[in-house]
């Protein structure tokens, strides 16, 4: 069965600083995977998506993610976070769209 | 451009009724999603529509339907309500069908409360 696991409910870091958010699916095949963003703002916004090809994916906001499947990980990085990243992210995997339960990221000035 | 608009914004109902949603894509996008989040539940795929068809669906019950016009708005009904329904349900549009596609932009959603 597909599933997603997102192990950080909560993190915070301090602005500026690099990020990488968790996740890890359970999929039988090459699985389709997704990360999003929700802030009260913005709403729900498609931060990038992996289908196939090269295993390092480029997102809109300057955010990453790297598809590792002899990890099953499909990690969300940031080289440096600003105060408007604050936002709960959602990874998502497969043709259903299963999401995790998310994280939520703080930010300290 | 306008973005995706969706009506209601909020909606309350009783048990037993039933409620019809509404999704206006961005103009030119020919893919509708709906999404259903709880707090229990989290973030869940409802299903997609193009060109009228529904083509991909995730795992609700039958109560839950939809439709999608020759505009490309789409609805969805949500028949016999019960306590579990409430939710944002948000829906997203996209130029093109399935996931492996251009990107999707989000509406604010309807908020549904039933009581």
Redesign the interface.
């Known amino acids: 069965a597909q599933s997603v696991t997102q192990p950080d409910i909560h993190i915070t870091v301090s602005e500026g600083a690099s990020l990488e958010l968790r996740c890890n699916y359970s999929y039988g095949a090459t699985p389709?995977l997704f990360w999003?963003v929700q802030s009260p703002g913005q709403?729900?916004?498609?931060l990038l998506?992996y289908?196939s090809g090269d295993t390092l994916v480029q997102g809109i906001k300057g955010f990453e993610a790297e598809f590792k499947r002899s990890q099953s990980s499909f990690n969300l990085r940031k080289p440096s976070v600003h105060w408007s990243d604050a936002a709960e992210y959602?990874c998502?995997v497969g043709?259903?769209?299963?999401?995790?339960?998310?994280t939520r990221l703080h930010i300290l000035p | 451009k306008a973005g995706v608009t969706q009506t209601p914004r909020y909606l309350i109902k009783t048990r037993g009724q039933q409620v019809t949603l509404s999704c206006s894509p961005i103009s030119g996008h020919r893919s509708v999603s709906w999404y259903q989040q709880t707090p229990g539940q989290g973030l869940q795929f409802l299903f997609e529509y193009f060109s009228e068809t529904q083509r991909n669906k995730g795992n609700f019950p039958g109560r839950f339907s939809g439709r999608q016009f020759s505009n490309s708005r789409s609805e969805m009904n949500v028949s016999t309500l019960e306590l579990g329904d409430s939710a944002l349900y948000l829906c997203a549009s996209s130029l093109g069908q399935g996931l492996n596609t251009d990107t999707q932009y989000f509406g604010p959603g309807t908020r549904l409360t039933v009581l």
């Open positions: 389709y999003y709403g729900l916004q498609l998506k289908f959602f998502a043709d259903k769209i299963i999401f995790g339960k998310g």
